[in-house]
Nanobody, 121 residues
Framework: QVRLVESGGGLVQAGGSLRLSCAAS????????MGWFRQAPGKEREFVVRIARSDGSTYYADSVKGRFTISRDNAKNTVYLQMNSLKPEDTAVYYC??????????????WGQGTQVTVSA
């Protein structure tokens, strides 16, 4: 089992940047595929990006491709989401997610509590 804790959210102007972090408990972080989802007010939770557990391959939603970058540091049990060129439509609660699998599934087993990202126009 793994426990996920996000940090780094906040308020930023359009065009700005934020870096989210997700710290995972346990000693088998490298066994987990990781990723980020987000949920805007009144909308369903949506996939943002994922990173594989072994080769670090990544996959991005079209809406964030070229602006967001996911990375992981297995030595620190942490996954990061660098968000650049933020837009008001990126405003959402961002959730870290994990699966004990090579690639994150569409319904991850483990979730963090979420961190709020607000982008002002």
């Amino acid at each position: 089992q793994v426990r996920l804790v996000e940090s780094g959210g906040g308020l930023v102007q359009a065009g700005g940047s934020l870096r989210l972090s997700c710290a995972a408990s346990g000693r088998t972080f490298s066994s987990y595929a990781m990723g980020w989802f987000r949920q805007a007010p009144g909308k369903e939770r949506e996939f943002v990006v994922r990173i594989a557990r072994s080769d670090g391959s990544t996959y991005y939603a079209d809406s964030v491709k070229g602006r967001f970058t996911i990375s992981r540091d297995n030595a620190k049990n942490t996954v990061y989401l660098q968000m650049n060129s933020l837009k008001p439509e990126d405003t959402a609660v961002y959730y870290c997610a994990a699966d004990k699998a090579r690639v994150l599934t569409s319904r991850p087993e483990y979730w963090g509590q979420g961190t709020q990202v607000t982008v002002s126009a």
